[in-house]
């Protein structure tokens, strides 16, 4: 069952390009890890302290691989030792997961398939 990881991670305006950019090798290398399918994290273009998070995985293991892996230690530590942070990021288990615009190209709230 897949699972989505989303949130953002609030810092003070004077690291937050820094940390970003200190931390792309991290987010390049856990792009590239077992089980990854997206892992992104951006600027709130709106908010000078907010990162927004998303990344999605395969399953719990290659979640959990991934919490054991260098590269999120190694972010960890890069914020840790930069300054101080506020989190508030979620992870979800998705059980449905069906496109947003049906075969006539309508955007749909509900979820119109026949099998969940």
């Known amino acids: ?10 810092v003070p305006a004077a690291y937050r ?9 991290y987010q390049v290398a856990s792009r ?3 089980g990854c399918e997206h892992y992104i994290w951006s600027l ?4 000078d302290e907010k990162i927004y998070v998303f990344e999605q995985w395969q399953d719990e293991a290659s979640l959990a691989a991934h919490f054991a892996a260098e590269p999120y230690l190694a972010t960890l530590q890069l ?3 930069t300054c101080e942070f506020e989190a508030d990021v979620n992870k979800y288990r998705v059980d449905l997961v069906e496109p947003v615009y049906d075969t006539e190209g309508v955007p749909r709230a ?6 969940p």
């Open 1 to 10: 069952m897949p699972i989505v990881i989303a949130g953002s991670i609030r």
């Open 17 to 25: 390009a820094h940390l970003l950019e200190a931390s792309q090798p």
């Open 32 to 34: 590239v890890e077992v």
């Open 44 to 47: 709130d273009s709106a908010d």
């Open 79 to 81: 914020f840790a030792e």
């Open 110 to 115: 509900d979820f119109f398939s026949d099998s």
